[in-house]
């Protein structure tokens, strides 16, 4: 794993992409650092990381986008996966490179507040608990990018997913207003979900017999909760949106709350993005 991190962290040290991303990071920071602390002289720092959240939607993509997929367009995964390096290994030797980069622009930024220091008082207790919602949550984003850089051996599709679902996450507020709270368009909902997983699963196993026993068993299931107990419908769209809603557990953070939840849910995102990525590299080595 070790080598793997080394000749990651090289390839990006050595190339634009990870001077790219630093520089984005850091110019974005700036300008909302000019802004809030510097001309409307703000005490708070957290104000200047929550309002530069939208930077991941843009540079993540960006960075994660060759991580995996330029391995498989050019075959030169098939010298990693026969070397002596489990997929483990390699899944994580990569990831651990990108979040090196990545930790730089916030070691960086971890400056800041002292800068501030020396101008008035400042809540340094406050400040770092926001920056680190601020790298968890950035973790978390760039888990999300090296999973769909894994699924396709296109870095632009890679590049276009990640940004569809991070944007989707980052507006998962305003996309759960459109859903009805009614149990009955919640149940509905949930049945169509069921059917889309049924031919999710089917396109995975080719066994029809499989997927449409998982199909109906669901369904049935979800129509007896409805008989016997509708209210446990209500608002469900919102209670499942809620989970994907990345940006509202670093909100605590932003608080001045150490949230140990946030930190586990975001550990919880790394390690189910990477346990995916690392599924993805042994079915199609299997295959």
């Not at 406050?126 to 894994?150: D, E, M, P, R």
Request: proline share 2%; with cysteine.
């Amino acid at each position: 794993m070790l080598a793997i991190y080394k000749r990651e962290l090289k390839s990006y040290l050595t190339s634009m992409v990870g001077y790219l991303f630093m520089f984005f990071v850091l110019l974005i920071a700036g300008i909302y650092f000019s802004a809030y602390q510097l001309t409307a002289a703000y005490p708070k720092f957290e104000y200047t990381l929550n309002a530069m959240t939208f930077v991941f939607l843009i540079a993540v993509p960006i960075l994660t986008m060759r991580v995996l997929a330029e391995e498989r367009k050019q075959k030169t995964d098939q010298l990693l996966l026969t070397s002596p390096v489990s997929v483990f290994g390699i899944v994580m030797g990569k990831y651990l490179a990108l979040v090196t980069i990545y930790a730089i622009p916030v070691a960086v930024l971890a400056t800041y507040p002292l800068l501030m220091s020396k101008f008035g008082t400042v809540a340094f207790g406050s400040a770092y608990t926001a920056l680190l919602g601020f790298f968890l949550l950035g973790c978390a984003n760039i888990a999300i990018g090296v999973f769909f850089s894994a699924i396709t051996e296109s870095q632009v599709i890679a590049a276009v997913l990640t940004f569809v679902f991070l944007f989707a996450f980052y507006m998962m507020n305003g996309i759960s207003s459109f859903f009805s709270q009614t149990a009955m368009s919640t149940c509905v909902t949930f049945g169509l979900l069921i059917i889309a997983l049924s031919l999710m699963i089917y396109s995975m196993i080719k066994n029809a017999v499989i997927s449409g026993i998982i199909c109906v068993a669901g369904e049935a299931v979800l129509v007896i909760i409805y008989v016997v107990k509708s209210s446990v419908f209500e608002g469900g769209i919102q209670k499942v949106m809620e989970v994907f809603n990345l940006s509202s557990h670093f909100e605590n953070f932003t608080n001045s709350i150490f949230d140990v939840t946030g930190v586990l849910y975001f550990v919880s995102v790394i390690t189910i993005c990477i346990f995916l990525t690392m599924q993805t590299i042994l079915k199609r080595r299997w295959n």
